[in-house]
């Protein structure tokens, strides 16, 4: 999206407890794992940086993978940014649908928030309360006729992320767009790739859902937030933050380890007890 480059991207299964970790196999198979302490470079995409190497914009796959339940993968890709592909998340999450998703046999271990967590900067906030299930509330209020203000809230399971959440569109302006580039950014930008609004309307509609930007905002926190390494149990609710106050969530939690506890859920480890191999019973 941003540097323009070709890349090749291919999903492998990791072990249990490894997270996502980015492979570069044009830099010897170097790693980088999906974790807030590998966070660089935080503007208009979310960038991770480990000892000089870069892998960019990754909200989009890691919102893909914790959406539909995915803990441990490993994503080896040629060059320094993730595929912008639709500018959504849904082909990422048809990749992991076509390829299968295998349970493994261990609990997974949550992120299970103790107290209010809050983060605001004038206008902008993002809280997170403690919950027995992760939800997201978002809200948006963008100067433009077609946005304005919009809220969108959901309970984060496999199936409403896939229908509501995956196919929602990265978006841009046509006033903006002479600025971004010359900053360098959105070289592989085209109406393929992203939603383009005008003054007053979208040049290459129509639009997969009427709040189709507020939906993909909350893909955007989903996937920040992802780097938390580990799925929350908590109520996440955000107004017009971005990838910067979504990363500097993470980077608090993961400083203060006085706000989460590690946890569980019990009917999950009896479903992961009942897949383990049984003895046969002994005929007399
Ligand atoms: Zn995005």
């Not at 990791?14 to 660089?40: C, H, K, M, Q, Y």
């Not at 960019?56 to 893909?64: P, R």
């Not at 040049?203 to 580990?230: C, Q, S, T, W």
Request: with cysteine; aromatic share 6%.
């Amino acid at each position: 999206m941003h540097s323009g480059v070709k890349v090749g991207l291919r999903l492998l299964p990791a072990p249990p407890g490894s997270g996502v970790i980015f492979r570069r196999t044009d830099l010897g198979g170097f790693e980088v794992e999906a974790i807030g302490r590998n966070v660089a470079r935080v503007s208009y995409a979310t960038s991770l940086m480990k000892k000089g190497v870069l892998i960019s914009t990754t909200e989009h796959l890691l919102a893909a993978l914790m959406g539909i339940g995915i803990d441990n993968a490993i994503v080896e890709l040629d060059n320094l940014e993730l595929p912008i592909l639709d500018g959504s998340a849904q082909p990422f999450v048809e990749m992991v649908r076509r390829a299968g998703i295998r349970k493994q046999r261990r609990a997974r271990t949550y992120m299970r928030i103790r107290r209010t967590v809050e983060l605001r900067d004038g206008n902008k906030f993002i809280a997170i309360h403690p919950a027995d299930s992760y939800s997201v509330s978002y809200s948006i209020n963008f100067p433009h006729p077609l946005i304005g203000a919009e809220t969108y809230a959901a309970e984060l399971t496999p199936e409403v992320f896939q229908r509501e959440i995956a196919p929602a569109r990265t978006f841009g302006s046509l006033q903006d767009e002479r600025a971004m580039r010359d900053m360098g950014l959105i070289r592989g930008v085209s109406a393929e790739n992203c939603i383009v609004l005008n003054r007053d309307s979208v040049i290459n509609g129509p639009l997969r859902y009427p709040d189709e930007f507020v939906r993909h905002k909350m893909l955007d926190l989903i996937g920040d937030l992802a780097l938390l390494g580990r799925r929350i149990l908590g109520r996440v609710v955000a107004d017009r933050a971005g990838h910067a106050m979504h990363t500097a969530m993470v980077a608090l939690l993961l400083r203060d380890r006085s706000l989460w506890e590690e946890a569980t859920l019990d009917d999950e480890a009896g479903q992961m007890r009942s897949d383990m191999p049984v003895a046969a019973p002994t005929l007399a």
